[in-house]
């Protein structure tokens, strides 16, 4: 069989996962799909349907998942890591593998901040983003992807600076006014100059997180024109609710709205973006570890949120933490479709949730119970040890 298989060294894996009861696309535009079997080889994504439809044989793992639900894993669009799995935000060791057990499969940095003694001069940044994105791509605690390297920036950066910064493989800014640029103009040049060479940006919005940090108000969001409007909700501290209403009508930015920020702002900007039919721009991150602590359940607590207070259907909540946010950030994870990133959560209904099943019990504000994880078509986590239990997992029929 070898002579079949693509231009690859190493044999590959088969992964097949049959008897899907509820086949979550991440797709906005059709977030269910009618099919029950996944197949996968390698790291991707081969073929999705009926598994009468689609060739299971030659299978090297077969996963029963016993009528669950399958949906991309999830994508945490604002974290800041700063190196393996340790946080010395609240000094914590293995928070990226408790994040797995809340179903998180890939990452982003918003900048690597917390480095005890951060370098604030010129090639000291440089070297530290490098530094994060080598040593993130090379390291995946417990199989999560992390994209990392992500600077923030400082007075006397030039255009030179984010050529080198690209060259050399870093692909996003840290969140714009963390460091000591801080006015619109300044901002905007170096956010234009980032783009040019495909360095995606961030901005953060609102009044400061700490001590230290400081207000960034609509004005200055909408003249940076960063690609991500960083924590539309705050991160803690929220505008006021007529400036987050102008972001997002006079931008087209990507709104992303975060766990670690003002509920109730979170909620104002779900509406506006659903009366703007602009639910794509919506994505959601957790801006963890921070002052509020490491929250391994942050994205599925999100989609909660978001499902029951803002009577959002479960399934559309779920595509804000998984399409939205890959299309958003150029990533090939988040959907089920054949060619995409082999990595999926497994969920079923809390026990003893009073939801009807899965989706009722997300809209009813309850947490989805995790049975499984899955990156790259590897399992790398079987019932999670966070979430409550899932009433059903599935099962590793053949290995
Ligand atoms: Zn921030």
């Known amino acids: 069989m070898a002579h079949d298989e693509p231009s690859k060294s190493a044999p590959q894996t088969k992964l097949v996962i049959r008897n899907i009861g509820l086949l979550l696309s991440g797709d906005l535009a059709h977030p269910i799909l009618d099919a029950d079997t996944v197949v996968a080889a390698g790291d991707r994504i081969t073929a999705v349907g009926k598994q009468q439809d689609v060739d299971t044989s030659g ?35 293995g928070w990226i593998d408790s994040y797995l057990h809340g179903g998180v499969t890939t990452m982003i940095s918003a900048g690597e901040v917390h480095t005890p003694g951060r ?12 530094f994060a994105q080598r040593a993130f791509h090379a390291f995946r605690p417990s199989g999560v992807k992390i994209y990392a390297g992500a600077p923030v920036l400082e007075h ?28 619109g103009q300044t901002a905007r040049q170096m956010v234009s100059w980032a783009r040019k060479y495909g360095i995606q940006s961030t901005i953060h919005t609102g009044g400061p997180s700490i001590p230290g940090s400081s207000l960034i108000d ?22 006021p609710d007529d400036q987050i209403t102008a972001l997002c009508v006079r931008s087209t930015r990507a709104l992303e709205i975060v766990h670690n920020g003002n509920e ?57 933490a998984t399409g939205n946010t890959a299309k958003m950030r150029n ?33 009813k504000g309850d947490l989805p119970g995790i049975g ?28």
Not at 121 to 127: H, N, R
Not at 158 to 183: H, P, Q, R, T
Not at 353 to 362: R, V
């Open 218 to 239: 609509k004005d200055m969001v909408l003249e940076t024109d960063a690609d991500v409007i960083g924590h539309v909700n705050g991160g803690h501290t929220a505008l």
């Open 119 to 130: 370098p604030k001069d010129i090639v000291g940044l440089k070297a530290m983003a490098i």
């Open 264 to 320: 109730r702002a979170g909620l104002l900007t779900l509406r506006t973006a659903k009366e703007l039919n602009q639910l794509d721009r919506v994505i959601l991150g957790t801006d963890s570890p921070a002052g509020s602590g490491v929250q391994p359940l942050g994205i599925v607590r999100m989609i909660s949120l978001l499902s029951s207070l803002g009577e959002l259907p479960a399934e559309v909540a779920i595509c804000l």
């Open 156 to 183: 006397g950066m030039v255009e030179e600076d984010f050529k080198e910064l690209a060259a050399a493989g870093v692909k996003i800014l840290g969140e714009v006014g963390l460091g000591s640029v801080k006015d």
């Open 372 to 399: 499984m994880v899955i990156i790259d078509g590897a399992v790398s986590a079987h019932r999670s040890r966070n979430t409550p239990p899932a009433t059903i997992v599935p099962q590793v029929v053949n290995s």
């Open 59 to 93: 299978a090297t793992v077969t996963i029963d998942a016993k009528g669950t639900a399958l949906a991309p894993g999830l994508i945490d669009s604002h974290v800041h890591p700063v190196c393996g799995d340790w946080t010395p935000r609240q000094n914590q060791l």
């Open 331 to 363: 990533l090939d994870c988040g959907l089920i479709a054949p060619g995409r990133e082999a990595s999926f959560v497994l969920m079923d209904k809390a026990q003893h949730s009073a939801g009807k099943n899965l989706l009722d019990s997300i809209q």
